[in-house]
């Protein structure tokens, strides 16, 4: 029901920012939890952050802790994710999906996802 469109993705310079943006469409978006993911081929899905409906509550991966952020507006139907001092192990497609509001587990609704690339 829910759906959601990702952007903000493209190269970047180690230690470098990029935010995403998670677009979302549908009916009481803004009572979804939604999360971020990424995926590189060969390895597991990895959750990286997620965030409560009212954006008072948030989740941030061991990984990306300290140097991602995520937000919302709910205003805007968005959720970001501002990355700051990108490794490049954070080199992946990330991927927004509404989420269970206690485990941030996904439920169902994915964007198709936006390439990060982080490089010299």
């Known amino acids: 029901q829910v759906q959601l469109v990702e952007s903000g993705g493209g190269w970047v310079q180690p230690g470098g920012s990029r935010r995403l943006a998670c677009a979302a469409a549908?009916?009481?978006?803004?009572?979804?939890?939604i999360a971020w993911f990424r995926q590189t081929p060969g390895k597991e899905r990895e959750r990286i952050s997620c965030?409560?409906?009212?954006?008072?509550?948030?989740y941030s991966a061991d990984s990306v802790r300290g140097r991602f952020t995520v937000s919302r507006d709910n205003a805007k139907n968005t959720v970001y994710l501002q990355m700051n001092s990108l490794k490049p192990e954070d080199t992946a497609a990330y991927y927004c999906?509404?989420?269970?509001?206690?485990?941030?587990?996904?439920?169902?609704?994915w964007g198709q996802g936006t390439q990060v690339t982080v490089s010299s």
């Open positions: 999906a509404t989420v269970a509001i206690r485990d941030c587990d996904p439920l169902g609704s």
């Open positions: 549908g009916e009481a978006v803004q009572e979804e939890a």
């Open positions: 965030i409560s409906s009212t954006g008072a509550s948030t």
